[in-house]
């Protein structure tokens, strides 16, 4: 069974920037779609960024313009690169792949945004 791990989060100043990251175990990490969400205390898990097998991405609205997914199958990994953060940005954040009807999370990495 396939495996996602994040990193990459942290804690930033409101405009800095981060880069997360999604590596997956096994090897047909090309064929999975896949997607980043957000979770704050309280909240719900929210989509925020996808990016198909093919390569088509899709945004929150919000995010448009200051979020950019990406994936490398060379690594098996996906990116998701956070430029001009905000305090509301502030959450866990998790990868999630599917393949067919599965759907696999990772455990999530902390993103926090303060001054």
């Known amino acids: 069974q396939v495996q996602f791990v994040e990193s990459g989060g942290g804690l930033v100043q409101p405009g800095g920037s981060l880069r997360l990251s999604c590596a997956a175990s096994?090897?047909?990490?090309?064929?999975?779609?896949m997607g980043w969400y957000r979770q704050a205390p309280g909240k719900q898990r929210d989509f925020v960024a996808s990016?198909?097998?093919?390569?088509?991405?899709n945004y929150l609205e919000d995010v448009l313009g200051r979020f950019t997914i990406s994936r490398d199958n060379s690594k098996n990994t996906v990116y998701l690169q956070m430029n001009s953060l905000r305090v509301e940005d502030a959450a866990v954040y998790y990868c999630?792949?599917?393949?067919?009807?599965?759907?696999?999370w990772g455990q999530g990495t902390q993103v926090t945004v303060s001054s």
């Open positions: 999630k792949g599917s393949l067919g009807r599965k759907d696999y």
């Open positions: 096994g090897s047909i990490f090309d064929l999975y779609d």
């Open positions: 990016i198909t097998r093919d390569g088509t991405a």
